[in-house]
C-alpha cells in the first residue's frame, strides 16, 4: 500500500518522461507524436486528479505481484489450459520462462516470499479490490450468538454480542432494523431474541399486528413466557401514570448519595408521567380543539394539579379540568366534555375502582405485548386528517412502548435485558416519541439493555433529531424506494451518492428470470450489518438446522405458508367460461330446494365441487373452496 503523498513525485516524474518523449518527437525529428504518449500523459492526470480530490482512502495506491497458477491432471493438459488463458487475454499476458521455478511455485503457499521482484504492477486500490472477491470487512463481535454469514466469495461467520456495546464499548445499546415487505424484520428479530433468551436474558417485545406472540407457544418457552393482548387486557394497563416506573432505592446502591440520586429520579419519573399524560390527552383531542393555545393551558393547568404521582390516572385530570376556576374555565368544560365523549374507548387507560392491574409481578422471561386489530393512520397522512380511532390508536401505541421501557427498571441493573419494538414509526408522530428515544440511549448502558426498534421507513428514525448519533448498531434490508435507500445510508454512516444505494436495492432479489419464478423464495434473507465498531458489511441471516425448523414456521409471517400440493381445477363443462351455453333455468328451478343444492351448483360453474363420484368437495357451505381455490 502506497499513500497518495508517496506518490506524487513518481507521477511528476512520469509526466516529465511523456513531456520529454513528445518534445523529442516534435522538435527534433518533426514527427507527430504516438497515440500512447497522449494517452499515457491523460492517464497521468486522471491518477493526478483521483488523488487530489474525492475520497482519500480509494485514493490508495498499491504495488503488487500478480500470479496465476494453472493446473492439470497431466502436463498437457495444464499446458493447454494456460493457452487457452494466453488466448482469452493477447496480447496483456504472455508466457515467461524465468529462472527458479520452484521458488516462484511455493509463492502460491501462504506467508513465503516473493521469489523475485520481476513483473511488477501498479494500480489504484480499486482496480485491486475488484481482483480479490475473497476480501471481506470484518464484522460483528466475534462473540455471541450466530447470525449468519457475510455474503462474499469467500463466506466468513458473523457473530454479535448484543450486550457487548454496554459491556465493553461504554456505547449505547440502540439498534435500528430497517427492511420493506418481506425483507425478514421478524425472522431477524425473533431469532435475536430467541438465541439470547436460551443463553440467560430477558425481552420484552411490542408486536402491533400480534404474529410474534408465536413465539412464546414454543415447547422451550412456554412455561417462561407471557403473552398479553393489550386491547383485552385489563382496564387500566395502558395508564400513562403506571407505564412510567417507579425508581427502586436499591438500584442507586452503587452511586456516592444513593437516597440523592433516588430523590432525583423520583422528580424525573414524575415529570416524565405529567409530560406523557399532556401529549396522550392532547393527542386524543380533535385536531381543531387540540391547536388551540387555550387548550394547551387548560390542559396543563389540570395535568399539574393531579401532579406525577404513580397512583393517578387520566380520569382525575377530567375532574380537574371541570374544577378550573380561570378566565378559561368554559374552554376546560368543553375539553373535559370532548374528553368524556371518548372515555368508553379508554378504558385500557383509566383503571377500575380498587383493580390495579400492577398489583402482580410476574417473573417472565419472555413478555410480548399484541395490539392486533388496532387501527393506525397511513403513512404521510398528516395529523389533521387523522379519525378519532387512528388518533386513539397512534397514543395507545405510544403508551404501549413506554410500558415495555417500565420492565427495565424492575429487574437490577447488570441483567441483560432487551426491548424489541416492531414498527417503530409511531415515535416520530408523538412528541413523547423523543423523551423515550431519549431514556432508552440514555439507560440501555447504564441498565444493560439492548434496544431493538424496527420500521419499514427509514425516514421515521431520521426524523427524530439526533438519532443517528445515538445509534449503536444497524440492519438494512432491501429497499426499492431510492429516497428510502439514501435514508438508509445514513443511518449506516455510509456516503450518500457513491452507488451503494443499488446495493441495498438488490439484496437478497432473484437474478434474471427467477425473478419471475411462481414458487416462494424461501432463501435466506440479506441485511447490511453495521456493527457499531466501525464495521460494515453485507450479510446472510441463516438460522438453519432441523433443530431450528420449529423456530423458522413460528416466525413465518406469510399468510398461506403451509406446504400444500395445490389441486388441478376441473374443467368447467357449461360454465362462466364455457363455449357451450348453459341450460336456462325453469320457472320451476327459480329457487333451488335447499342451500348445499345451491353452493354445489355455483362451485360447478366454476370447475370445482362435485369430482364425478358424487361425492361433494369438503368445505361448509358459502365458503370459497379453501385450498382448491387456491
Known sequence: MRRPEDVGGELQRQMNKVRSQVRHYTEEHGLEPPTSLARQAGRVLEIDDEMTSGFTALATRVRSWWRLAVSGPTERDALRLAQQILDLYKPKVAIEHPEAQYAMAREFIPGEPLANAA????????WAAAAVPQATAEVGDRRGILLGETCTATRRPVAWDPWMAQEVRDASGLTAMVAGLGGGKSFLGGGIVYKTLRSGAHWTLLDPSGPLAEICNLPELRPYARPINLLNAQPGI??????????????????????????RERALAAATRRRLVLDVLTGLLPYEVARLPQTRIVLLRAVRAVGGRPDAHPGMVFEALRRDASEHHEHAVVVADFLDEIRERMSLLIPEANADPYSERREDRLTVLTMAGL?????GVGREH??????LGVEMLNLAAWLTQRSIYERPKNERKGVWIDEAFFLSEVPTGRVLMNRFARDSRKWNV?????????????????????????????????????????LLKVPVGAGYEQVVAALGRRPGPARNNTERDRSPRQFIFGDGAGGVEKIRIDFSGPHLAHLRDSLDTTP???????????????????DVAAPALTASDDYPEDLDTFDEFELETVGIGNDGTGE???????????????
Not at 375 to 379: A, G, V
Not at 476 to 488: K, T, V, W
Open 560 to 578: 398461506a405458508s403451509d406446504d400444500s400440493e395445490p389441486r388441478e381445477l376441473k374443467s368447467a363443462e357449461n360454465g362462466v367460461n364455457s
Open 616 to 630: 361433494r368437495s369438503a368445505g361448509n357451505p358459502g365458503e370459497r373452496g379453501g385450498d382448491d381455490v387456491r
Open 119 to 126: 513483473y511488477l504492477r501498479r494500480g489504484s486500490v480499486v
Open 238 to 263: 395502558l395508564n400513562p401514570y403506571r407505564v412510567v416506573a417507579e425508581p427502586e432505592l436499591e438500584h442507586f446502591v452503587d452511586e456516592d448519595d444513593p437516597e440523592r440520586s433516588w430523590r
Open 375 to 379: 387501527t393506525l393512520p397511513k403513512d
Open 450 to 490: 439492548r434496544v431493538l426498534l424496527s420500521s419499514q421507513i427509514p425516514a421515521d428514525f431520521l426524523r427524530i433529531q439526533g438519532f443517528v448519533s445515538l445509534l449503536d448498531s444497524v440492519f438494512i434490508g432491501r429497499l426499492d424506494d431510492e429516497h428510502a435507500q439514501a435514508d438508509a445510508l445514513r
Open 386 to 391: 387523522w379519525t378519532d380511532a387512528e388518533a
